[in-house]
């Protein structure tokens, strides 16, 4: 059973930056696709970005420009790098991972995904 874990989240200034960390065990994360999501209170779970197994890379048009994604295999961890942050960003994020028919490219909607981690809090305020 594949196990994810997310950490870095916390409390940042509007403007601020931090990158999450989504560490697998079980099974080398290298083999899926990737993907992150974010669920603010009262509001829907929404796909933030993905990364294919072979590192083909998708974003949200929310977060295009101020996120990247990336993978460290030999830490079997994906990161989330997300910069400008601003209030409407304050969130639990998940990471999930996937298995793409496509090694090459990735979706960020919910339903391919199989495994999810238990979340880390963003929280964006002054």
């Known amino acids: 059973q594949l196990q994810l874990v997310e950490s870095g989240g916390g409390l940042v200034q509007p403007g601020g930056s931090l990158r999450l960390s989504c560490a697998a065990s079980?099974?080398?994360?290298?083999?899926?696709?990737i993907g992150w999501f974010r669920q603010a209170p009262g509001k829907e779970r929404e796909g933030v970005s993905c990364?294919?197994?072979?590192?083909?890379?998708n974003y949200a048009d929310s977060v295009k420009g101020r996120v990247t994604i990336s993978r460290d295999n030999a830490k079997n961890t994906v990161y989330l790098q997300m910069n400008s942050l601003q209030p409407e960003d304050t969130a639990i994020y998940y990471c999930?991972?996937?298995?793409?028919?496509?090694?090459?490219?990735?979706?960020?909607?919910?339903?391919?995904?199989?495994?999810w981690g238990q979340g880390t809090q963003v929280t964006v305020s002054s």
């Open positions: 999930a991972a996937a298995s793409f028919i496509d090694h090459n490219h990735c979706v960020y909607v919910q339903g391919p995904y199989r495994y």
């Open positions: 990364i294919s197994s072979r590192g083909g890379s």
């Open positions: 079980g099974f080398p994360l290298n083999y899926y696709g």
